[in-house]
T-cell receptor, first 112, second 115 residues
């Protein structure tokens, strides 16, 4: 089955620094990826997505990079703020938008 | 426009009891998805439903778990004869018909504790 995993379970950064959260996936057929943010006691919240025909996509303060050769996904957060503290999940999909496979998450701690 | 509404937020059941989790999708959304999240883990797909139809239940345990999405009313995830291992957060998500770009909209979850 599909496997989506993260390299770092916890990441601590100083406020104002940039954050990079990584994700590895194993299904080469996956063609759509989403990064979700989950704050304590809440459901996942969409941050940014990327299709497999792209290498990079930028949003407001966030950038997602996709390297299909090594099946690696990263989320970059610029000028990290205390409000960015949360658990971040990558999720993959194989074109069937009914079902996503989630990684185990990285907890981001932003120190003031 | 209210988001995906789940209730109750917290549910405590004794072993052997039944748990019923409810999910009201966003207005205009006819597709509902249930995911389970164990502590310190990612979400695991359970089931995908449309009105009155189960489309994909490949993530549902074979026994004790069932889901429905009736023509009227919320979607229900039902767990019979709960065991300690059922303790988890259960999230519901919804989407409109058609291709879901941007993923789903998730509710805030129901946290089930089995004692």
């Amino acid at each position: 089955g599909e496997s989506v995993g993260l390299h770092l379970p916890t990441l601590s950064v100083q406020e104002g620094d940039n954050s990079i959260i990584n994700c590895a996936y194993s299904n080469s057929a996956s063609d759509y990826f989403i990064w979700y943010k989950q704050e304590s006691g809440k459901g996942p919240q969409f941050i940014i997505d990327i299709r497999s025909n792209m290498d990079k996509r930028q949003g407001q303060r966030v950038t997602v990079l996709l390297n299909k050769t090594v099946k690696h996904l990263s989320l970059q957060i610029a000028a990290t703020q205390p409000g960015d503290s949360a658990v971040y999940f990558c999720a993959e999909n194989t074109g069937n938008f009914n079902k996503f496979y989630f990684g185990s998450g990285t907890k981001l701690n932003v120190k003031p | 426009n209210a988001g995906v509404m789940q209730n109750p937020r917290h549910l405590v059941r004794r072993r052997g009891q039944e748990a019923r989790l409810r999910c009201s999708p966003m207005k205009g959304h006819s597709h509902v998805y249930w995911y389970r999240q164990l502590p310190e883990e990612g979400l695991k797909f359970m089931v995908y439903l449309q009105k009155e139809n189960i489309i994909d239940e490949s993530g549902m345990p074979k026994e004790r778990f069932s889901a429905e999405f009736p023509k009227e009313g919320p979607s229900i995830l039902r767990i019979q004869q709960v065991v300690r291992g059922d303790s988890a957060a259960y999230f519901c998500a919804s989407s409109p018909p058609g291709t879901v770009r941007g993923g789903y909209t998730f509710g805030s979850g129901t946290r089930l504790t089995v004692v």
